[in-house]
T-cell receptor
Framework: QKEVEQNSGPLSVPEGAIASLNCTYS??????FFWYRQYSGKSPELIMS????GDKEDGRFTAQLNKASQYVSLLIRDSQPSDSATYLC??????????FGKGTTLSVSS | GAVVSQHPSRVICKSGTSVKIECRSL??????MFWYRQFPKQSLMLMAT?????????EQGVEKDKFLINHASLTLSTLTVTSAHPEDSSFYIC?????????????FGPGTRLTVL
């Protein structure tokens, strides 16, 4: 049974702060890792992908991957109220469907 | 690029009727499409994987005779909920992977909210 664990939150941070979202996964065969953002009532939107150990930065977002620890995280710098959403972690193997965690709800207060 | 559309966005039907949901990849060919279901405050649950020209692969616990999936072309997959009941009310989301699929990225449609009365 492939499992993806995320702290459901809510994670509350003030505007301008760094939000740190964490995810652990059980499938050691996972090769690709994605972070999706989902606003209430909407479908998921891809915001970051990472495939190798280490950090990957894209604007205010940084994804961190540690395959040995089966851990992936997402940092959001200079958090904005518009970042308030549920963030879904999704590791995957090539050629198979992504399996999603339950997501972490982030609330950014102005 | 990589735009996926779904139709309808919202449907309300009576118990016992069938509902068809379409998923289209607009600017790429999708050899594989996925159907997910999401109940309120729950995560996305994979229902089935659909490959163009072949039968869909259903996840454990998903009734293949109730949720009919057809992937007749590289840009269109359909999900038909047969004899829908109130417990089938949910948010149905499709996703598609490009033909190359090397990065395993999945692009999601906007979802269809089904309400069965």
């Amino acid at each position: 049974q492939k499992e993806v664990e995320q702290n459901s939150g809510p994670l509350s941070v003030p505007e301008g702060a760094i939000a740190s979202l964490n995810c652990t996964y059980s499938d050691r065969g996972s090769q690709s890792f994605f972070w999706y953002r989902q606003y209430s009532g909407k479908s998921p939107e891809l915001i970051m992908s990472i495939y190798s150990n280490g950090d990957k930065e894209d604007g205010r977002f940084t994804a961190q991957l540690n395959k040995a620890s089966q851990y992936v995280s997402l940092l959001i710098r200079d958090s904005q109220p518009s970042d308030s959403a549920t963030y879904l972690c999704a590791p995957g193997r090539a050629g198979t469907a992504l399996i999603f965690g339950k997501g972490t709800t982030l609330s950014v207060s102005s | 690029g990589a735009v996926v559309s779904q139709h309808p966005s919202r449907v309300i039907c009576k118990s016992g009727t069938s509902v068809k949901i379409e998923c289209r990849s607009l600017d790429f060919q999708a050899t594989t499409m996925f159907w997910y279901r999401q109940f309120p405050k729950q995560s996305l649950m994979l229902m089935a994987t659909s490959n163009e020209g072949s039968k869909a692969t259903y996840e454990q616990g998903v009734e293949k005779d109730k949720f009919l999936i057809n992937h007749a072309s590289l840009t269109l997959s359909t999900l038909t909920v047969t004899s829908a009941h109130p417990e089938d009310s949910s948010f149905y989301i499709c996703s598609a992977r490009t033909a190359s699929g090397g990065d395993n990225e999945q692009f999601f449609g906007p979802g269809t909210r089904l309400t069965v009365l």
